[in-house]
Antibody, heavy 121, light 107 residues
Framework: EVQLVESGGGLVHYGGSLRLSCEASGFAFSNFAMTWVRQAPGKGLEWVSSLSGTGGSTYYADSVKGRFTISRDNSKNTLYLQMHSLRPEDTAVYYC??????????????WGQGTLVTVSS | DIQMTQSPSSLSASVGDRVTITCRASQGISNYLAWYQQKPGKVPKLLIYTASTLQPGVPSRFSGSGFGTDFTLTISSLQPEDVATYYCQKYNSVPLTFGGGTKVEIK
């Protein structure tokens, strides 16, 4: 069974930094691209970033480009999201998800349970 | 960037009703579209990909159609367990934009 478990969320002040982790199991992690999607309280889904299986290709939403860095350690089956210069509008539940098909990022399944990031002003 | 617009933003229907949700892309995206269901307090779940392919395990009352700019998600006979917010997502290119969501409730 594929499992994705996020961690690292919490309360951080405006301008602070945080690193999220997503530990994967139940599939050949290095063979699949991965993604982060966030959901602000009471709002819809927002794609944040994706990363190829090798880590060689990265993709970012304009809203986080230059502040967030996606990476992975395939030896640890773990995906990361390093977040800097955090703003109140970054407050959200952050989900990691597996990209289903090889190639450029496409659709996502399954999703982890999410980790809450709260940025105070 | 291509915008994804869902309509309606919410709807209320009776059990057994046929429900249709629309997703419109501001430019053509071929069939590079997925649909997700998010039940209250739960994690999003994949329903449909490539606009019309049902994810294994998803009930057959769900179906998707469309190509280019106009897409629909249809629930042929609404059930109480279908109460959720539904999102479309395009993936022809980055950014991988989601629609704003459609909240489905039981009347």
């Amino acid at each position: 069974e594929v499992q994705l478990v996020e961690s690292g969320g919490g309360l951080v002040h405006y301008g602070g930094s945080l690193r999220l982790s997503c530990e994967a199991s139940g599939f050949a992690f290095s063979n699949f691209a991965m993604t982060w999607v966030r959901q602000a309280p009471g709002k819809g889904l927002e794609w944040v970033s994706s990363l190829s299986g090798t880590g060689g290709s990265t993709y970012y939403a304009d809203s986080v480009k230059g502040r967030f860095t996606i990476s992975r350690d395939n030896s640890k089956n773990t995906l990361y999201l390093q977040m800097h210069s955090l703003r109140p509008e970054d407050t959200a539940v952050y989900y990691c998800a597996k990209v289903v098909m090889p190639g450029p990022p496409n659709w996502f399944d399954p999703w982890g349970q999410g980790t809450l990031v709260t940025v105070s002003s | 960037d291509i915008q994804m617009t869902q309509s309606p933003s919410s709807l209320s229907a009776s059990v057994g009703d046929r429900v249709t949700i629309t997703c419109r892309a501001s430019q053509g995206i071929s069939n590079y579209l997925a649909w997700y269901q998010q039940k209250p307090g739960k994690v999003p779940k994949l329903l449909i990909y490539t606009a019309s392919t049902l994810q294994p395990g998803v009930p057959s009352r769900f179906s998707g159609s469309g190509f280019g700019t106009d897409f629909t998600l249809t629930i042929s006979s609404l059930q109480p367990e279908d109460v959720a917010t539904y999102y479309c997502q395009k993936y022809n290119s980055v950014p991988l934009t989601f629609g704003g969501g459609t909240k489905v409730e039981i009347k």
